[in-house]
């Protein structure tokens, strides 16, 4: 097709990192904004995936046609780096310590595209890709859109873009730093995550930390009412709440694990806490269903250790989801994107 070649029935485990779902129908590399555009032509509903990394593929494959994204195009400008979508986070981040730039040392070890760390705004220790976005330019209904940083919507693991736009390049700062200080801090964070994240095949952190919420139900059944949650008695939305305790005590709260507790940092009460960490106190840890673990090391990580389906996955979430809820009242929110009829 004018140049770009489209194969049917290609198996979908090798293009992810979870080695795991069907084929795709038809399936097509893109290397040009031209390639997308003619794909497009063929099949106008296309499933977009990048490096494949933050998804979960169905068991029955994908209908219609697949776009694998390989625009990996990088230019530099006076204030910013121009960078296609196809381009991998750790290859950025490598990019920009050789060039002395120090704000994606926390990307190093994100195992995403840039199309799809921005869809999702990935980031890691503290740092998101969306804060260092100057514009990205997406396909959208055919034509290229250019939206500066205010209009993309980036929030804590999520975009405002629409579901159907296709990310093709962004600008990203460029900010100057002594190389010594950016190779020791990407060291640092690459020991950390070798240290607290296993190996093998996952799709990272399968949900997003969870909020805490400012209610009643919330300090009767989770967190003694002593402690503030919030400071100002400010909820995590902004909004004043009546209800808030007035102590000024400042130990850190317990979170009731049935009859037993576990203390969360202090910093965290201005802050999500880490799924994990929840999911760890419900004792989950080493829980396997078919060919799917939760992993010893990182409670959010579920590896396929053996040929497992999408199903296993699904149903681990579902069973992770309930207990989380019934121990806590927390509603855990994947972060993981489901690709197929689901």
Not at 317 to 342: A, H, M, P, R
């Amino acid at each position: 097709m004018m140049g770009v070649e489209i194969l049917q029935n290609e198996n979908l485990k090798k293009h992810c990192t979870w080695r795991i779902g069907g084929n795709a129908e038809f399936f097509a590399k893109a290397r040009s904004i031209n390639d997308i555009k003619t794909l497009l032509k063929f099949d106008k509903n296309a499933t977009i995936l990048g490096n494949g990394s933050n998804v979960l593929i169905n068991d029955n494959g994908i209908k219609g046609l697949t776009i694998k994204l390989e625009l990996d195009e990088i230019k530099e400008y006076t204030r910013f780096v121009e960078v296609e979508a196809g381009v991998k986070l750790p290859y950025l981040a490598s990019y920009y310590y050789k060039s002395g730039y120090g704000n994606l040392t926390f990307a190093s070890g994100i195992p995403a595209t840039v199309g799809g760390a921005i869809k999702s705004n990935a980031g890691a220790h503290g740092s998101s890709i969306g804060e260092n976005i100057v514009w990205v330019e997406v396909l959208r209904d055919g034509k290229v859109v250019r939206l500066d940083n205010s209009e993309c919507g980036f929030g804590y693991r999520i975009s405002g873009f629409q579901k159907k736009d296709i990310v093709l390049k962004a600008a990203i700062k460029k900010i100057k730093q002594d190389k010594s200080d950016i190779l020791e801090k990407t060291q640092n964070f690459m020991q950390y995550r070798r240290a607290t994240q296993p190996g093998g095949f996952s799709a990272g952190s399968v949900f997003k930390a969870a909020l805490l919420p400012c209610n009643a139900q919330f300090f009767t059944n989770i967190v003694r009412a002593d402690v503030p949650i919030l400071p100002k008695h400010e909820t995590a939305s902004g909004r004043m709440s009546p209800s808030a305790p007035t102590s000024t005590s400042t130990s850190p709260p317990n979170i009731k694990h049935n009859n037993s507790s576990f203390l969360i940092p202090h910093s965290s009460l201005n802050s999500p806490i880490p799924a994990g960490l929840l999911i760890d106190k419900c004792g989950l840890k080493g829980t396997r269903i078919g060919g799917t673990i939760i992993s010893q090391k990182h409670a959010n990580f579920i590896l396929n250790i053996d040929n497992a389906s999408s199903k296993d996955v699904l149903d681990l979430i579902d069973l992770i989801k309930e207990k989380v809820y019934n121990n806590f009242g927390l509603t855990l929110n994947e972060e993981i994107i489901k690709l197929g009829e689901f």
